[in-house]
């Protein structure tokens, strides 16, 4: 049996120093894990908190003490802010910044560090109000876990609880003294007065725990039942003097924490240190061992650090750290992901900075690189545990506020997480088996932290630092609200030729970010032209409001004298209607509408009465509903455009700049109302004016630069304003429709080969890079305009493809597909090539050449007419090929109208068709998908949300998925 073991030691060490990691973008992945903090700040946001779904909260923490102790970190999926496991966040991130300094630099995200940094010390300055006295817990962990919603709305009570003299707690104390003085050595050059603060306050803390000796949790015993200290306070003295020793070089710390290394816990019976576990937020021994063997170079920490490292990877005395089958050191079932994370940070640290054996160095080594491979994506799920980030992501954390939900249930309202919490490294297999549920409700394996994610950065920066990666230029973008936060949601109680009774639901489900209300009415628009036309008048009908939930009030008013519309406007204003459960998320009001026998009654005509039945509540955006009087939901009557511009077709065209040759554009085609007046207009792919034509015939494309441009018809009623060149389309103001674009490729003269010189003569060099654009170019390939990211994997020197990979933004054929398994390919030879079977996307099927151009990656059809290119630039390539990711599409008779167009955000798309089985997307002018949304409404309208986009053009796109319709409309956005 020892032989046994010793010879599987020797093929594991072996395994060690012959691995070929895969590699991902290691800068993205820092970049987002350092996002999720900012997901996680409490109280008034900073300027530069970059989620855009977050907003302030907790502004009154510590007013029951009388202080201010708004700031620092969410824990985890709740909002306490539990000290010891966020000041142990802080010396992780911290550690990181300090030990890989230049990576951190060069990946431009030092800064992005020390400011998230500076967010938390700035919180523990605040809570350290005394010497001996600091503010150690805000909330009540009982009463916080039983809320389901965001912190913007939370209304518990939020108990302030400290440690002092009388009460001591030595962890919290000596762990908040180790996170302020690492952070002071990162501001010890920018920010030298901010870092003597922070020592300062160091220091008072450190000898507060030393002093007051005592467990913090059974001062603060509130945080026993989340945060209990099970590791006593040994290990905290030892872990702050070290890092006071760090920050100030002065040596009576040093010594302090070598004589109180002597008392850290021992491994059973044994007198070895601990090392069967390994640091977390209540255990500092095992980074003691690491840190005091890199200050000191002693053999009796290098024994202590080697002997758990070696537990961890190639066994030490026959017993080992269990394994999953697809290689996952599994600790415990409770966030397995961050003991492994934690121990790699360790690994990284002693194999980099302490002097060992080269076997020694190349086994910690690989051990924390395959960790930290494992958590983004190389496991047999293939799929990454960071939220946001590489292939198949885990997306449904437990986390209250990204579920951004509405009702206080963690399962619905809504089904799907409201936003992604980018960066955010969920807990993972509870078991070493590599399985795995994205479930929200298994708070073992999807819950994240603060904690969890500490050390896993300073993992990434080091990856980072090894391999590279980039990160993302674009990074965050925006988020759309992916429903109607505030809307009305109605039905029929009654209806008959005597009158009716409509029920009104106004609701509140904010999530960009949650808020509560308290001004909101709405309008019911009804109008009595049967009546008029039999000489009654608005005194003959019987409208009240009754059955109010709460205190609305209602009142008619009139709308349109000459068309005879009235409304009942009802205000809910002194209402707080809040996204925190049901029913305080909505208001219930009724309107009763009631006739006298001969008076005429017909709901036909009446323009809130469109879309709304007896069998069921429905969203009904002939119901608007107002904030303070802004209309932040549905539509009025009569608002929106009067013209309707028909329908335009023909191209796309392509033209070669300067070649003197007229540039006469046939094929286009206009069907249907042009209105009263009409212009054609000619624009860049910015949307500005180049033209103003008579006719698109008379465009001269010779005088513009090489590019892509647009050939519009706008049809017009009476004034318009802003139409001329050099103005942008988002100027134009009137009662004005544009038709769907034509598109025109420029190229140069001679313009570049579509082919970009396949196949090339040489291999295809290595790329590990994601394309958010693709550009089918030329004529004949596949439409993949539900394609949000092409990422590749491919390493020459290893001769690997690790990855080849799309997400879709409406799951066909899936949402992430793999397509290594439907890919034959020969990268490391000369004329490298590729052949798809099977993939599922039609067109896509078949053999191409590959090549790069200028970082990015080609794919010429071997059978000729078009060119696959991955870009992140979102203009396409000039080559003689014409560029089709944007195409007219109008092919069918389902009519579409959206008003109000143009739209400062908010728009209603209305049908004559059923939307249901429709899928809905909007696209910038160069094609690229800006929001999707499969719809489940059976009725005829729907609102969609535009904020968030720069003013401009944009083409919505309808696909009905039982017919195969598809249908086009153009937005223009304010």
């Known amino acids: 049996m020892k032989n046994f073991i010793i010879h599987g030691i020797a093929i594991l060490l072996c395994l060690y120093s012959t691995t070929n990691f895969a590699q991902k973008n290691y ?52 909002h306490v802010k539990f000290g010891l496991p966020m000041a142990f966040s802080v010396t992780s991130l911290a550690w990181g910044g300090i030990a890989y300094k230049d990576a951190y630099i060069r990946s431009g995200q030092m800064d992005i560090l020390k400011r998230n940094l500076r967010f938390v010390t700035d919180y523990f300055l605040k809570c350290h109000t005394a010497p001996n006295e600091f503010y150690g817990q805000l909330g009540n962990g009982g ?5 389901w919603g965001s912190p913007e709305v939370m209304v518990m009570s939020r108990p302030s609880h400290k440690i002092d003299a009388a009460n001591p707690g030595s962890e919290l104390a000596a762990e908040t003294a180790a996170a302020l003085a690492a952070a002071s050595m990162l501001f010890k050059d920018s920010d030298p007065t901010y870092s003597a603060t922070l020592i300062t306050h160091a220091k008072q803390l450190y000898n507060f725990a030393d002093t007051h000796r005592g467990v913090y949790s059974e001062s603060i015993t509130d945080a026993a039942g989340f945060y209990r200290s099970f590791n006593g306070y040994n290990d905290e003295l030892v872990w702050g003097a070290i890092w006071l020793y760090r920050a100030t070089n002065e040596t009576a710390y040093l010594d302090k924490a070598e004589l109180e290394y002597d008392n850290l816990g021992t491994e059973g019976q044994s007198s070895f240190k601990a090392y069967k576990f390994t640091t977390s937020w209540d255990d500092k021994g095992y980074a003691s061992y690491v840190l005091l063997a890199q200050l000191t170079g002693k053999q009796k920490y290098k024994d202590d650090a080697e002997r758990f490292l070696d537990f961890w990877t190639s066994g030490y005395n026959g017993e080992r750290v269990n394994y999953s089958p697809g290689g996952q050191a599994h600790l415990i079932q409770w966030g397995s992901l961050r003991y492994a994370a934690n121990t790699s940070f360790l690994a990284f640290i002693y194999s980099d900075k302490v002097a060992t054996t080269p076997a020694n160095k190349t086994k910690y080594h690989d051990f924390a690189v395959n960790q930290v491979n494992y958590a983004l994506g190389d496991n047999p799920l293939n799929r990454s545990f960071m939220v946001g980030f590489g292939n198949n992501p885990a997306n449904n954390p437990h986390h209250r506020s990204a579920h951004g939900a509405w009702g206080n249930s963690l399962q619905n309202k809504p089904d799907l997480a409201s936003h992604i919490l980018y960066g955010a490294l969920v807990g993972g297999p509870s078991q070493p088996n590599d399985q795995f549920v994205d479930d929200r409700g298994d708070f073992i394996a999807n819950e994240v932290a603060c904690d969890y994610n500490s050390c896993f950065t300073g993992n990434l920066v080091r990856m980072y630092d090894e391999f590279g990666g980039t990160p993302l230029t674009n990074f965050p973008i925006a988020e759309t609200p992916t429903r109607a936060e505030i809307r009305s949601f109605s039905k029929f109680n009654s209806n008959n030729a005597f009158g009716s009774t409509v029920r009104v639901l106004t609701q509140n489900r904010t999530a960009w970010p949650a808020r509560v209300t308290d001004k909101l009415s709405y309008r019911y628009f009804f109008n009595i032209s049967e009546g008029v036309a039999q000489g009654f008048t608005i005194n003959d009908y019987n409208i009240t409001l009754n059955s109010v939930q709460g205190n609305s009030t209602g009142e008619i008013k009139l709308w349109d004298a000459a ?24 208001r219930e009001t009724q309107i009763n509408i009631r006739v006298q026998n001969g008076v005429p009654y017909d709901i036909t005509n009446d323009w809130s009465a469109q879309g709304i039945n007896s069998s069921a509540d429905t969203e009904s955006t002939n119901i608007p509903v107002y904030d303070n009087g802004v209309l932040v939901f549905g539509n009025e009557p009569g608002q929106g455009s009067n013209v309707n511009g028909g329908v335009i077709s023909g191209g796309p065209f392509s033209f070669t700049v300067g070649d003197g040759t007229a540039d006469n554009v046939s094929g286009i085609t206009l069907s249907g109302n042009v209105g009263d007046s009409s212009q054609w207009v000619i624009t860049d792919a910015s949307n500005n004016i180049l033209e103003l034509p008579i006719t698109p015939d008379s465009v001269n494309f010779d005088t513009s630069p090489p590019g892509t441009c647009f050939i519009w018809h706008l049809s017009y009623n009476g004034t318009i304003t802003g139409l001329a060149v050099g103005n942008n389309i988002s100027a134009v103001t009137g009662d004005h429709d544009f038709s769907n674009s034509i598109t025109v490729i420029k190229t140069p003269v001679g313009g570049g080969d579509c082919g970009f010189g396949t196949p090339i003569a040489t291999s295809l060099p290595s790329i590990n890079s994601a394309f958010n654009n693709i550009h089918v170019l030329g004529t004949g390939g596949p439409n993949l305009g539900n394609v949000t990211t092409f990422t590749i994997n491919w390493d020459l020197n290893n001769n690997g493809l690790y990855q080849f990979s799309i997400n879709t933004n409406n799951g066909t054929p899936n949402w992430y597909v793999d397509l290594r398994s439907s890919l034959t390919y020969s990268y490391n030879t000369p004329q490298p090539d590729a052949t798809f079977s099977g993939t599922g996307i039609p067109g896509l099927d078949g053999a191409y050449w590959v090549t790069l151009d200028s970082g990015n990656f080609v794919m010429a059809s071997k059978a000729g007419g078009f060119t696959l290119y991955f870009s992140n630039s979102a203009v396409p390539p000039v080559c003689t090929s014409s560029a089709v990711s944007v195409s007219n599409k109008m092919k069918n008779t389902e009519v579409l109208k959206l008003s109000p167009n143009p739209t400062p955000g908010i728009v209603t798309l209305t049908s004559n068709k059923s939307l249901q089985h429709s899928i809905i997307k909007v696209t910038s002018l160069t094609g690229r998908v800006v929001l999707s949304d499969k719809s489940k409404n059976t009725l005829n309208n729907k609102t969609i949300s535009l904020e968030g986009l720069k003013p401009g053009i944009y083409i919505l796109e309808m696909l009905n998925t039982k017919t195969g319709t598809i249908t086009n409309k153009k937005i223009v956005k304010k």
């Open 27 to 78: 800068g993205e992945a820092l970049q987002k894990s350092l996002f999720f903090y900012e997901a996680q700040q409490s109280g008034p946001l900073p300027a530069w908190n970059r989620v855009s779904w977050r907003g302030d909260s907790a502004l009154t923490d510590g007013s029951d003490v009388g202080l201010d102790l708004t700031g620092g970190w969410y824990d985890a999926g709740d």
């Open 143 to 147: 009463i916080d876990h039983a809320f």
């Open 563 to 586: 068309n005879n519309i009235y409304y009942m406007e009802v205000s809910m204003v002194g209402e707080q209607i809040s996204p925190i459960g049901d029913p305080q998320f909505r």
